[in-house]
């Protein structure tokens, strides 16, 4: 007979991540005042997701977990996780699943990795890549304060990594905002990108409590501003969660001032509470309200803005400049390539 698999430690609890050796708290929460503040209400029928299975998901899985790879779609308890996998896609975490920030939004472990890194995470993420045979690919990773570079410089070697077993696929980087300093981002603005991605996450208002006290309103939209300078062709990208108490006109405000630092691309989402430590939720955008935002960002010159409640920065990525809201408005998927061939893909993302 065989023994019961470990329990979960509780959700705020001190572990040792496993890759790194370093202590961390799991969730990336301590228990605190919050823990006690109940949600909004029960979730509406529009956030009910299936359960991840299939034989797909298993093989991503598989990938993933042969390669020591990280993915911000299981770390960060991604709602579309059954989805992407089975569509073969996901959004690769880099250098290691340990944060050195603690934002209260987030359910990436937090700690500090002391210097940690994989030396062959590269070649790992482009192995990964290719056995998923991805043309589009999307990177993320935690924030690495303890690093002399930020981590700048490992993922600007993931990227050319990729580039080099794959030179077909295109590239897309949700990155940290390496502490706003512009040569940084540059390193890897500079590894070859079809788009380049900070989350600026809320409205000006909430960005403190939401995000840690590193993280900054006016630093995000500076990197992003920065980014399209220095390189003109790529495809520039930010999110907002809703639902944390933000008002219309915050949001409008948000809109305008990611256009004036020439974002192309805006993606909105619903606010959902990871742990009870957490934010609670404030209140429930419907379905309606996301069309709403959406065609208030498109009459403001946004390139696309991807808007409904399940969507998160990543979904769909491959997909997001066919303006049609990644097919969320359609009554059924559109008969068409997930992802386009590579030529085409990186013609409409530099036109």
Known sequence: MSSPSPSRPASGSKIVSPHQGTLAVLDGIKPNALSTVPDAGPKPPWLRVRLPNGAKYREVMDIVTSHKLSTVCAESKCPNIAECWERGTATLMLMG???????????????????????????????????????????????????????????????????????????????????????????????????????????????????????????????????????????????????????????????????????DVVTMGQYMRPTKNHLPVERFVSPEQFQQYRELALSKGFLEAVSGPLVRSSYRAERVLEQDNVGLDAGKEKILDAIRESSATMQSLRC
């Open 97 to 263: 699943s340990v944060c050195t920030r603690a934002c209260k939004f987030c359910s990436v472990n937090t700690g500090n990795p002391k210097g940690w890194l994989d030396p062959l995470e590269p070649a790992h993420v482009a192995d990964a890549v290719r056995l998923m045979g991805l043309k589009y690919v999307v990177l993320t990773s935690v924030d690495r304060d303890d690093l002399h570079d930020l981590g700048a410089g490992h993922y600007a070697n993931c990227i050319r990594a990729i580039h080099l077993t794959m030179p077909e696929t295109a590239v897309e980087a949700l990155t940290p905002d390496f502490q706003g300093q512009h040569a940084l981002v540059a390193q890897v603005l500079d590894a070859g990108l079809a788009t380049f991605a900070q989350n600026l996450e809320t409205v000006k208002r909430l960005t403190h409590p939401v995000r840690d006290p590193r993280a900054g309103y006016e630093q995000t939209l500076d990197v992003l501003k920065f980014a399209k300078r220095h390189d003109p062709n790529v495809i520039t990208k930010t999110s907002l969660m809703l639902g944390l108490g933000e008002t219309d006109a915050e949001i409008e405000q948000a809109l305008d001032d990611m256009r004036a630092a020439d974002v």
